[in-house]
Every structure is written in C-alpha cells, then in structure tokens.
C-alpha cells in the first residue's frame, strides 16, 4: 500500500492512460490483409499492444526482429498504424476525472512511453493531452527506454523534482523495472495489456489497481 504524497504522477502511455489497443489492431489487421491473410480477432491482439510493432508483428507473422522480411513489415505496419493513429484510440474509461482531479489537487502529470515520438506527438495532440501533460518522455527522447530508468529520470528533471517524489504507473513489467531503478514508486495497471503469462504479482510494484479510479486512493 502507498501512503504518500508525489509531485507528480508519470503514466506510461499505451495500456495505461489510453487504450490504444484498437488502432493498433487494425494496423496489424491491415497489413495481414494486405499479405494475403486472415485478420485476427482483437481480443487475441490486446494483449500484446503493450509490445509495440516487434510483438505484434512476431504475432500475427511470426516473424522476429532478426528475419529479413521484418524492416519492411514493420515500415508498413508503422505507416498503416500513423495514418489511423486516433481512429478509435481515447482514454481509459475513468482516466478523464483522475487527470482532473490531480490537477484539482495541484499534483502534476506526465507521460513516460517507449512509443517513440513521432508517434507519441501527433497521438497526444489528437487526443488533447499534448498541451495537459506537464513532460511528455517518448521511447527515443533519451538514449535508453525502459526498462532502463533514465526516461524517467530525465521526466523527474523536466520537472524539477525529485524521482522519490514521483510515483509511476503502468502495465507491464519493464515499467515496474524502470520505475524501481529509478526509486520511483510504482502501480501496476491490471486494466492494462497483460497476457496470460503475465505475473504482475512477482514484479514487486508498491500496489496494483483494476480501475484508474484507484490511482486517486494511493496519492
């Protein structure tokens, strides 16, 4: 349990603030078409939305980062992917009234994701996040992602604050990683993109919640 008081509340961005799973299965959907397959049903994508284009391509192709066809795979799944990045992609149902309220509480919030930027920026803006967010860190904004500790690290000096006073929260377990690397505090989002083999109970994350709602009792 979290009895604490943060400055600032950083959020991994797919799986946690938003729910991009959609778009990024018809992206996926897309492109299988496009090759001559079958398109896989959703609820077989969402879990692995949180694993960006290389988990999603290894599923519906088979295909790893390793094999020759994957650059031009991924190259059309991210193309495909960008010209439909807001079809349907919003926030957690919830997440609306945590974000007003820590702005109510005059705590400050940010996003931390591996999603690199040119497609974090158009995303934010689309969804109106750009301009309420106080960093936004994307995947290659530093020269590690998670889950190495210095994009949130480097969120913590955006804001001139301490990584003690921040707490971070996400949904897979490089973001508990990168968190306790960074002597972040931690929250695992059960609502997020887990999969079957998925054991947040091992990854020693200060708390996990089921609903965005619950951010409001640990701050």
Not at 14 to 29: E, K
Not at 70 to 80: G, N, V
Not at 109 to 138: H, M, R, Y
């Amino acid at each position: 349990m979290i009895i604490s008081t943060f400055d600032v509340v950083l959020f991994d961005l797919d799986g946690t603030l938003i729910d991009t799973a959609p778009d990024l299965g018809y992206a996926l959907n897309g492109l299988l078409q496009a090759h001559g397959h079958q398109p896989l049903d959703h609820a077989r994508i969402r879990p692995y939305a949180s694993h960006g284009s290389a988990g999603l391509i290894k599923l519906g192709f088979g295909v790893s980062t390793d094999h020759p066809d994957y650059p031009a795979l991924q190259q059309q799944f991210l193309q495909i992917y960008a010209d439909n990045i807001a079809r349907e992609t919003r926030l957690f149902l919830g997440m609306e009234q945590v974000l007003t309220s820590l702005q109510q509480r005059g705590i400050r919030w940010g996003i931390v994701t591996n999603k690199p930027a040119f497609l974090t920026d158009p995303l934010t803006q689309a969804l109106g996040l750009t301009e309420q967010a106080s960093c936004i860190v994307s995947g290659d904004t530093t020269q590690h992602s998670k889950p190495h500790p210095e994009p949130l690290l480097y969120a913590a000096e955006l804001l001139n604050t301490a990584a003690a006073n921040c707490l971070y929260i996400g949904d897979a377990e490089r973001d508990i990683i990168a968190a306790q690397r960074a002597h972040m505090r931690s929250v695992v989002a059960l609502y997020g993109y887990l999969g079957e083999h998925d054991k947040p109970e091992s990854w020693q994350a200060d708390c996990m919640i089921n609903h965005p709602h619950e951010i409001l009792q640990w701050i």
